[in-house]
T-cell receptor
Framework: KAGVTQTPRYLIKTRGQQVTLSCSPISGHRSVSWYQQTPGQGLQFLFEYFSETQRNKGNFPGRFSGRQFSNSRSEMNVSTLELGDSALYLC???????????????FGPGTRLTVL | SQKIEQNSEALNIQEGKTATLTCNYTNYSPAYLQWYRQDPGRGPVFLLLIRENEKEKRKERLKVTFDTTLKQSLFHITASQPADSATYLCALIRGNKLVFGAGTILRVKS
């Protein structure tokens, strides 16, 4: 099976712009989670989608949003970018039967976002 | 508030020795705990999951213990190799969210 793919791999934006990141999960995985990773804060949970519905949300401002499509592909959007949004954004998929238990997460390679 | 603590300093060991990494948590009783490996510039890779009713779990050279009384998990790599050098993250469920520790850098020298 192909692994989790994320596009683009690298992105440079300026403050105030918005950005959309894409994630294609492993075939058959219906749960997609997004994380932000920075040297200072480590890996932080943004949100999780399951069957096109946001199932869980982390403690991030409303500028961070996401969605999931019927084929389980997911996108994450950050509006009005700030310098502090520079980070590695990771997407992870897992096989979830519908409950909220977390099976092993399969991570993609991430998108490195730099905000200037 | 709940905290997950991993060795903040890098762990340097000699090839062939056993590496032991620690994950401590407070103010919570997770049903299970996961360990991941992360190489520079890559996403984390799942290694092991251990449930609260399991004291120990093994996979090849890896061993994880889970002490719910001490609120601690230990991750062991036996017969360590330079290829084991990476950052190791522990993660546990908190309110249906997977919460990660900051990770411990392991360096295995030949």
């Amino acid at each position: 099976k192909a692994g989790v793919t994320q596009t683009p791999r690298y992105l440079i934006k300026t403050r105030g712009q918005q950005v959309t990141l894409s994630c294609s999960p492993i075939s058959g995985h219906r749960s997609v989670s997004w994380y932000q990773q920075t040297p200072g804060q480590g890996l932080q949970f943004l949100f999780e989608y399951f069957s096109e519905t946001q199932r869980n949300k982390g403690n991030f401002p409303g500028r961070f949003s996401g969605r999931q499509f019927s084929n389980s592909r997911s996108e994450m959007n950050v509006s009005t970018l700030e310098l502090g949004d520079s980070a590695l954004y990771l997407c992870a998929s897992s096989f979830s039967s519908g409950g909220t238990s977390y099976n092993e997460q399969f991570f993609g390679p991430g998108t490195r976002l730099t905000v200037l | 508030s709940q905290k997950i603590e991993q060795n903040s300093e890098a762990l340097n060991i000699q090839e062939g020795k056993t590496a032991t990494l620690t994950c401590n948590y407070t103010n919570y009783s997770p049903a299970y705990l996961q360990w991941y490996r992360q190489d520079p510039g890559r996403g984390p890779v799942f290694l092991l999951l251990i449930r609260e009713n399991e004291k120990e779990k093994r996979k090849e050279r890896l061993k994880v213990t889970f002490d719910t009384t001490l609120k601690q998990s230990l991750f062991h790599i036996t017969a360590s190799q330079p290829a084991d050098s990476a950052t190791y993250l522990c993660a546990l469920i908190r309110g249906n969210k997977l919460v990660f520790g900051a990770g411990t850098i392991l360096r295995v020298k030949s």
